[in-house]
């Protein structure tokens, strides 16, 4: 008996000041501390901390969308990705 994975999965990326992403994606690159980190709909569940440089999705309609971050964390869980970032475009 397998799960079906999702073909996309829920976006949101928030700094203090505002929401600055929120997107029906099926594929999302952030920076990590050692690297950028890939995911894909049916990742496994995670928690990580995030260094500088660009947050990379594409959205259901395949546009690649870029966003700027200096650190923060991520959480993947299920059909849904949360970005927590304390710098975002305008910063």
């Keep these: 008996m397998s799960a079906e994975i999702p073909a996309a999965f829920h976006l ?23 690297g950028y980190l890939g995911i894909w709909p049916g990742h496994r569940p995670l928690n990580a901390c995030l260094g500088s440089g660009e947050i990379i999705y594409r959205t259901t309609d395949n546009r690649e969308e870029k966003v700027p971050v200096k650190g923060g964390i991520i959480q993947v869980e299920n059909d849904r990705i949360l970005v927590l970032t304390g710098m975002g475009d305008d910063d």
């Design 12 to 34: 949101r990326v928030i700094s203090p000041e505002r929401l600055l992403v929120e997107a029906e994606v099926i594929e999302v690159q952030v920076p990590g501390l050692d």
